[in-house]
Nanobody, 123 residues
Framework: QVQLVEAGGGLVQAGGSLRLSCAAA????????MGWFRQDTGKEREVVAS???????YYRNSVKGRFTISRENYKSTVYLQMNSLRPEDTAVYYC?????????????????WGQGTQVTVSS
């Protein structure tokens, strides 16, 4: 049974920071490519950042310079450090895993998903 469990969401003021984590179980995490997606009410799910098994990273333009994706394979965990948060970053954040597709911004490429964690940024 594959499990991805996110943590670290919450309510923060604009300009603040949050660090999301996603712990994986039941998979060979070190060979997985991982992604963070978000979805706000009434909007489509969109990629935030992704990281390959070899630490190649991808960021959507609106978070470049503010967010950092990283991974610790010995903990089977991927992180999303979010700084200088804006109200438009408010969404449910999901982590996802794929094997073999690489760094991709297409949600259909990911095979496994976490349950999501709410991030709310107040103005």
């Amino acid at each position: 049974q594959v499990q991805l469990v996110e943590a670290g969401g919450g309510l923060v003021q604009a300009g603040g920071s949050l660090r999301l984590s996603c712990a994986a179980a039941g998979r060979a995490f070190s060979s997985d490519d991982m992604g963070w997606f978000r979805q706000d009410t009434g909007k489509e799910r969109e990629v935030v950042a992704s990281i390959s098994w070899s630490d190649i990273t991808y960021y959507r333009n609106s978070v470049k310079g503010r967010f950092t994706i990283s991974r610790e394979n010995y903990k089977s965990t991927v992180y999303l450090q979010m700084n200088s948060l804006r109200p438009e970053d408010t969404a449910v954040y999901y982590c996802a895993a794929n094997q073999g597709v690489g760094v991709t911004d297409v949600s259909a490429d990911y095979d496994y998903w976490g349950q999501g964690t709410q991030v709310t940024v107040s103005s």
